[in-house]
C-alpha cells in the first residue's frame, strides 16, 4: 500500500442559529464522524458533557449505529450566551450478512472461556477510556490495508444460523501476514496476541475519545505506549479469534460510540480485489 495520505474532502455543511453559524464537516448519518471547530472564547457541549478542544480549538464527535434523532449541540460564546444548534441525522439502511462455519466453542463458551472474554471485554474499555489530547483525527486517514471488502459496518450479522449483534467494522480479505499500516497517527494502547473473539488484537488513540481497533490479527509489530505514523507497519493480518478466514477486521470508536471507519478514507482502488 502507498504511504502517501490522500486528502479527503469531507462534505462542509453549518448548523444555523441565532448567534451565526457553527462549521461541521463531516458525514450526517449514523456512523459518521464530524469535526468542528470553534471560535475564540467559546466551547461546545453535547449530551450535556462539554467536549475538549485543540490547540487551533478543534472538536470531534461520533454518532452510533442506532443514533436516533437530531444531532443537538450548545455553544457558550465569549460573552457567555447559549447557543442551541439542531440538525437532523439521515437515517441509514444496514445489510443482513449471514455467517457459517464457526467453531462451536466460539459459538457456545464453556464457564472458564466466559470468565476470559469478561477480563478482555474489561481490558478493551480500559483500553478506550482514556480522552487524551492528541489531535491525529484531524490528518487524512488512509485504508490500514486494500482488497476486497466482505463485511461493512452495521450489518446485522447471522451467525451459524443464529442473529446475533451488528457487525461494527469493515472487513477487508488478505492473506495471513498481509502488512497491516496504521490508517492515521496514534498511540498504541492495547496490544493482545490472542483474545477469545477477536484474536490478536490492536488499538490506536488518535485522541479527544477517538481509537481504531484491528481485529484477528497473526503478528503485531507494536507494543502499548509506542506512537506511530499514518502508513507505518503496526501487525499483520491473520484469521484468530472468530474468523472463518483470513481478513482485517478495522473498528473505530468515539468514546463509547461505534463509528464507521469507510466514511473516513476514500473509496477502495477499484483494482484492491486484484491485490491478493
Do not use: C
Amino acid at each position: 500500500m502507498s504511504r502517501i495520505a490522500i486528502a479527503l474532502i469531507l462534505p462542509l455543511f453549518l448548523l444555523g442559529a441565532a448567534g451565526g453559524d457553527l462549521p461541521l464537516r463531516g458525514e450526517l448519518i449514523p456512523g459518521g464522524v464530524l469535526l468542528g471547530q470553534l471560535k475564540p472564547g467559546e466551547s461546545v457541549f453535547y449530551d450535556g458533557e462539554e467536549l475538549p478542544l485543540g490547540r487551533e480549538r478543534h472538536f470531534v464527535i461520533g454518532l452510533d449505529r442506532d443514533h436516533a434523532g437530531p444531532l443537538k449541540l450548545t455553544v457558550v460564546n465569549s460573552a457567555g450566551e447559549h447557543i442551541a444548534y439542531e440538525l437532523a441525522i439521515a437515517k441509514r439502511d444496514y445489510r443482513i450478512q449471514r455467517v457459517e462455519g464457526i467453531a462451536k466453542k466460539i459459538m457456545n463458551p464453556a464457564e472458564d472461556d466466559l470468565k476470559r472474554i469478561r477480563e478482555e471485554a474489561k481490558q478493551v474499555r480500559k483500553a478506550r477510556a482514556g480522552l487524551s489530547s492528541r489531535e491525529d483525527f484531524l490528518e487524512p486517514f488512509i485504508w490500514p490495508i486494500e482488497g476486497p471488502i466482505t463485511g461493512v459496518y452495521g450489518s446485522q450479522r447471522v451467525y451459524n444460523g443464529v442473529p446475533g449483534r451488528p457487525h461494527y467494522g469493515v472487513d477487508v480479505a488478505a492473506p495471513v501476514g498481509a502488512p497491516v499500516r496504521a490508517p492515521a497517527a496514534g498511540k498504541v494502547v492495547l496490544a493482545h496476541s490472542n483474545m477469545f473473539y477477536s484474536g490478536g488484537t490492536l488499538i490506536l488513540d488518535h485522541g479527544h475519545g477517538l481509537s481504531s481497533s484491528f481485529l484477528h490479527l497473526s503478528k503485531i509489530h507494536v507494543k502499548p505506549g509506542d506512537e506511530v505514523q499514518g502508513g507505518e507497519l503496526i501487525a499483520e493480518v491473520g484469521a484468530t479469534g472468530r474468523a472463518t478466514g483470513p481478513h482485517l477486521d478495522w473498528r473505530m470508536n468515539w468514546r463509547g460510540h461505534r463509528v464507521d471507519p469507510q466514511l473516513l478514507v476514500p473509496p477502495m482502488p477499484a483494482d484492491a480485489t486484484d491485490r491478493w
